[in-house]
């Protein structure tokens, strides 16, 4: 069973301009959620897509969104790049039934100059 | 809001060291808590979960209690090996959906 896959793995983007991440998540899992991490804020959640619906979101300003299509894969897009957006972006997908765990991807490592 | 701390790192240890990560949390309700755990250049994988006060999550050697009255989730393994080498998080989740709230990681090295 194929994993989620995130892509590019790496991205590297000028400040202003703006970027699309992909995620293709398990086949069957219809919950996907997005975290941004670095070394300095840690792990952060972004927001979590279910059935095509944003489920939950975290504290990112608007230039942070996302969306999910009807097959379950899912797009997180940053406009406007600022030097802090600089990240390793992870998806993990869920069955999203009772105790039913996140996988996570290998992630997407951003570098905006 | 809810939130997760756990020990800074590095934590370097021998190998067949006893080993034990702390993790405390604040929450509204009472949140499902995990460990996961990032090998190096590998993503995020769930190393064991508890979803009630209590509950015992065990897996690999690893195990964790859910103590509600301490608001605890600590990481204990009797017997590392090298390849325990990794970053590790507690992680917890509240209400509906799939909303973690991850801990800032602690690094483990273990030498031979």
């Known amino acids: 069973k194929a994993g989620v896959t995130q892509t590019p793995r790496y991205l590297i983007k000028t400040r202003g301009q703006q970027v699309t991440l992909s995620c293709s998540p398990i086949s069957g899992h219809r919950s996907v959620s997005w975290y941004q991490q670095t070394p300095g804020q840690g792990l952060q959640f972004l927001f979590e897509y279910f059935s095509e619906t944003q489920r939950n979101k975290g504290n990112f300003p608007g230039r942070f969104s996302g969306r999910q299509f009807s097959n379950s894969r899912s797009e997180m897009n940053v406009s406007t790049l600022e030097l802090g957006d600089s990240a390793l972006y992870l998806c993990?997908?869920?069955?999203?039934?009772?105790?039913?765990?996140?996988?996570f991807g290998n992630g997407t490592r951003l570098t905006v100059t | 809001g809810d939130s997760v701390t756990q020990m800074e790192g590095p934590v370097t240890l021998s190998e067949e060291a006893f080993l034990t990560i702390n993790c405390t949390y604040t929450?509204?309700?009472?949140?499902?808590l995990f460990w996961y755990v990032q090998y190096p250049g590998e993503g995020l994988q769930l190393l064991l979960k508890?979803?009630?006060?209590?509950d015992k999550g065990s897996n690999k050697g690893f195990e964790a209690t859910y103590r509600k009255e301490t608001t605890s989730f600590h990481l204990e393994k009797g017997s590392v090996q090298v390849s325990d080498s990794a970053v590790y998080f507690c992680a917890l989740s509240e209400g509906a959906g799939n909303k973690l709230t991850f801990g800032g990681g602690t690094r483990v090295l273990v030498k031979p």
């Open positions: 993990a997908s869920s069955l999203d039934s009772a105790n039913s765990p996140l996988h």
């Open positions: 508890a979803t009630k006060a209590d």
């Open positions: 929450a509204t309700g009472y949140p499902s």
